[in-house]
């Protein structure tokens, strides 16, 4: 029985394909538990349509566009940021995965599904992270972004090692072909969040107790 189910887990193992999409499957679990605790409100609606309009005009100020997808731009993250910290977790995973699909149908770069759900909905949902450091916002922003690195960073091993350059392994390439947009994108937040009178901003964008709606 051993033997098999070893048998069994190294046929796994060598599909990495089927090994991520297990892996998000299980991401989307996890959000949907988070979903299901979100409550919205009239005034919670309006922001966070508000925050994701915001988000659509600052990702098409794009500093560089990179060749496969992904850009830096004028602090585009950090309105979906703004709605982690401000409504916590649960609220910053849907507002990421509404994003993710409305990114997805302005810049496509399909190659396969499973690339999508981690190049599309899984890298802005990870910004929802952001709500668990909602006392420490510099914290909070790095380790959001960290995570959507993480999501372009398995979807670049997986399924753009082909675009790597000769002599380069897939580690290294995705690692640098995402580093050099993610990180510059994740300085500019952190200097938009000490410039902006962010502390006022997530307090303005207080709900409301009334006209809730349950998830």
């Known amino acids: 029985m051993i033997e098999t189910f070893i048998n069994n887990f190294a046929e796994l193992s060598s599909h990495t394909t ?3 999409a297990l892996f998000a499957v299980i991401l989307f679990i996890f959000a949907f538990l988070h979903f299901r605790k979100v409550i919205l409100n009239t005034k919670m609606l309006v922001t966070i349509s508000l925050m994701l309009a915001l988000t659509i005009l600052l990702n098409q100020f794009k500093l560089y566009h990179m060749p496969q997808g992904g850009s830096i731009t004028l ?7 703004f709605i982690s910290f401000r409504y916590g977790p649960g609220v910053g995973f849907l507002a990421g995965f509404l994003y993710g699909i409305i990114n997805l ?3 496509p770069f399909i190659m396969h599904p499973v690339q999508v759900l981690f190049d599309y909905p899984l890298p802005y949902m990870a910004l929802g992270l952001a709500g668990y450091f909602r006392k420490h916002l510099y914290i909070g922003t790095a380790i959001a972004i960290t995570g959507r690195f993480l999501c372009h960073f398995i979807s670049g091993i997986v399924f753009f090692a082909s675009y790597a350059p000769a002599g380069t392994s897939a580690y290294m390439y995705s690692f640098t072909f995402n580093a050099t947009y993610l990180v510059p994108d994740f300085l500019i937040c952190l200097i938009l969040l000490k410039l902006l009178p962010t502390k006022r901003l997530l307090r303005q964008m207080d709900p409301s107790p009334k006209n809730t709606i349950s998830f």
């Open 18 to 20: 089927t090994i991520f």
């Open 75 to 81: 602090g585009s993250m950090l309105p979906l940021l």
């Open 105 to 107: 149908l302005q810049d």
